[in-house]
């Protein structure tokens, strides 16, 4: 089992920036891939980004390329989300997720376990 605390959440203006942070307790972290998604009310659950165990490798969501960056600090066992220039449609509850087969997969059915979600919001 892997326990996954998303955190960094907020309302913000265009423009703006944060950081998510996903912090993880249980297996080993470094063993897994990890996913960020997000979800706006009354839509599907949307891949943002994903890096691989190691940290070399990403995976980025056309409509986030060049503004979101993800990292991992794997002493702390917790991977990051910087977000910047920050636009109303990216307004929705984001999700970390672990990976163990280490593909970074955009879909969320490929993913072994979630946290809990922290609500973004972005006003104009």
């Known amino acids: 089992q892997v326990q996954l605390v998303e955190s960094g959440g907020g309302l913000v203006q265009t423009g703006d920036s944060l950081r998510l942070s996903c912090a993880a307790s249980?297996?080993?972290?470094?063993?897994?891939?990890v996913g960020w998604f997000r979800q706006a009310p009354g839509k599907e659950r949307e891949f943002v980004a994903a890096?691989?165990?190691?940290?070399?490798?990403?995976n980025y969501a056309d409509s986030v390329k060049g503004r979101f960056t993800i990292s991992r600090d794997t002493p702390k066992n917790t991977v990051y989300l910087q977000m910047n220039s920050l636009k109303p449609v990216d307004t929705a509850v984001y999700y970390c997720?672990?990976?163990?087969?280490?593909?970074?997969?955009?879909?969320?059915?490929?993913?072994?376990?979630w946290g809990q979600g922290t609500q973004v919001t972005v006003s104009s």
């Open positions: 890096i691989s165990r190691s940290g070399v490798s990403t």
């Open positions: 997720a672990a990976e163990r087969a280490n593909v970074l997969p955009s879909t969320p059915t490929r993913y072994d376990y």
């Open positions: 249980g297996r080993t972290f470094s063993n897994y891939a």
